[in-house]
């Protein structure tokens, strides 16, 4: 038998609460509507995310028609989905080393959200003229005919994720975690074993080619309960290190290694829920992410 998508989430404000969905659009940042809104410090216009202050992650946004319903605590606010630039201020927000173009979304979700968190907070939308390229480990206009790219994403439009990867991670934990401990946009099930899709290169779902590109590296995000908000201090990423330290490239052999990244073929179409996964190359060779711009399919030793 092979692979089906099980879960498909999306995240619409960066590091906070996940929308689970039985189908999504793709978009030009991967899923419709993922990672396009993000909360920023006022002071700095530098982004905030649940690593700082976990209870982000109790931060729900609903789509309610053209809208995004925010609640915190019990309060809500609704603001434009896809709201018109021309008519609010635009920031420039910095997301790790990337300063990007974005639109404030106003006094009302910032005060809701800062009384909240209990710090100064904007909310604001990523502009969609200003690209924000992925180009590691990637493939670009060679292979797709246009340059992928992603919105607030830390570096990859999509994240997959094998049940039984997390189910073999929880033989090493007491305290057990979840797929969205690791905030995956794709949770698929029934691969011959854990961690199988960290060998995937080309993968057909529905008609739409993916590319999985290269392992994600993990923080210590992880340890915040998607449930409760509340981080531990050490659980899951102490025991990650030990057994997940398994990429000898030089921008992941320090790093603990969950789930892999992926870019679609095309801006558009739909994937579902029980879609077929079609795995049509293997990566050949000792895959590792050195960092490298472009798409291979092979081990390229070369900076390593």
């Known amino acids: 038998m092979a692979p ?28 419709a509507n993922d990672r396009v809104f993000l909360i920023i410090d006022p002071a700095n216009n530098k982004f905030r995310t649940m690593r700082e202050l976990p209870s982000m992650t109790l931060i729900e946004p609903k789509i309610v028609g053209d809208q995004l319903e925010i609640t915190a605590a019990d309060k809500s606010v609704k603001v434009p989905l896809n709201p018109n630039h021309a008519k609010l201020e635009t920031r420039e927000v910095t997301v790790w080393k990337e300063t990007l173009k974005a639109a404030d979304m106003g006094d009302e979700v910032a005060k809701l959200i800062t009384d909240y968190l209990g710090v100064p907070c904007r909310l604001v939308h990523k502009a969609s003229d200003d690209v924000r390229a992925v180009v590691e ?3 670009g206009v060679a292979e797709l005919g246009f340059q992928p790219e992603t919105a607030f994403a830390d570096n990859f439009p999509i994240l997959c994720l094998s049940e039984e990867s997390i189910k073999d991670i929880n033989t090493h934990l007491e305290n057990p975690v979840t797929a969205l401990n690791f905030r995956p946009n794709l949770v698929v099930s029934g691969v011959s074993q854990p961690f199988e899709e960290d060998t995937w290169c080309t993968v057909d779902i529905g008609g739409v080619t993916y590319y999985f590109t290269c392992r994600c590296t993990r923080c210590d995000m992880p340890n915040v309960d998607p449930v ?77």
Not at 5 to 31: D, F, H, M, R
């Open 4 to 31: 089906i998508i099980s879960n498909i989430y999306i995240y619409p404000i960066k590091s906070c609460k996940a929308i689970e969905v039985t189908e999504s659009q793709l978009s030009k940042y991967g899923l």
């Open 137 to 139: 480990h990637s493939p």
């Open 228 to 304: 409760t908000g509340v981080k531990d201090k050490l659980q899951p990423q102490k025991t990650l290190q030990k057994v997940r330290r398994v990429d000898k490239g030089k921008a992941a052999k320090f790093y603990a290694c969950v789930g892999i990244n992926v870019i679609p073929n095309t801006v558009s179409g739909t994937i579902r829920t029980g879609d077929v996964l079609n795995v049509k190359e293997i990566f050949q060779g000792e895959r590792m992410r050195t960092g490298q711009p472009g798409w291979t399919t092979s081990e390229v030793k070369v900076g390593a």
